[in-house]
């Protein structure tokens, strides 16, 4: 099928706003990640599901930042209060499992904030 | 902690030419290692894994990699560079089953007509 992904393509939002991000997986993929792309750098890892554990939060830069995914579906990020310094491309991936397996990217949703 | 290192952040080589991509990991474990490309304005995509298996790795487009644990390092190769090579290259680490994958800062490849 179709592969991973992500809406809108492009956000422009105001300093202080919320934003919601949306990723959809590839059907049958137990996984998914959130990375957050800064121009010209590399990916910055945010957080991670797989099926029905607790998703590792590890990499979220702060409070403002939150992703939910219902059971192994879509899954949203959420940023609140935005600021200038979380313009960026936000990433979203997905795998059939975990170790060896590809993650296969979605095209990204650029995010800019005035 | 696990890390990796890029050790070029541009490489440009004629067409034609060998390539050599540096890729240095640093892991308390036994890693799985990638290497994703990403052309100007499209999605990410897998070139090659290592998971343990064969330490010389081919993958897609005539790129190769090999594992040397003892240099902690997982170099990227292609003999001969073509102009649609010209793009990003990330070096990728992961370990502890998968639920952090640590990304190299990339190298931004050229290739000279």
């Known amino acids: 099928g179709a592969g991973v992904s992500q809406s809108p393509s492009n956000k422009v939002t105001e300093k202080g706003k919320d934003v919601e991000l949306r990723c959809d997986p590839i059907?049958?993929?137990?996984?998914l990640y959130w990375y957050r792309q800064r121009l010209g750098q590399g990916l910055e890892f945010l957080i991670y599901?797989?099926?029905?554990?607790?998703?590792?939060k590890s990499g979220l830069p702060s409070d403002r930042f939150s992703a939910e995914r219902t059971g192994e579906s879509v899954s949203t990020l959420t940023i609140q209060r935005t600021q200038q310094e979380d313009s960026a491309v936000y990433l979203c991936?997905?795998?059939?499992?975990?170790?060896?397996?590809?993650?296969?990217f979605g095209p990204g949703t650029r995010l800019t904030v005035t | 902690a696990q890390s990796v290192t890029q050790l070029d952040s541009h490489v440009s080589v004629s067409e034609g030419t060998p390539v050599l991509l540096r890729c240095n990991y640093s892991?308390?474990?036994?890693?799985?290692l990638f290497w994703y490309v990403q052309h100007p304005n499209k999605g990410l995509q897998l070139l090659l894994k290592?998971?343990?298996?064969?330490?010389l790795v081919k993958g897609i487009n005539g790129f190769e990699a090999e594992f040397k644990k003892s240099e902690t390092s997982f170099h990227l190769t292609k003999p001969s560079a073509h102009m649609s090579d010209a793009a990003e290259y990330f070096c990728?680490?992961?370990?502890?089953?998968?639920?952090?994958?640590?990304f190299g800062p990339g190298t931004r490849l050229s290739v000279l007509p």
């Open positions: 991936a997905s795998s059939r499992g975990t170790v060896s397996y590809e993650q296969y």
């Open positions: 290592y998971t343990s298996a064969a330490t």
């Open positions: 059907s049958g993929h137990t996984a």
């Open positions: 892991s308390s474990y036994s890693p799985s």
């Open positions: 990728v680490v992961t370990f502890n089953y998968g639920q952090n994958f640590v």
């Open positions: 599901f797989q099926g029905n554990s607790a998703p590792d």
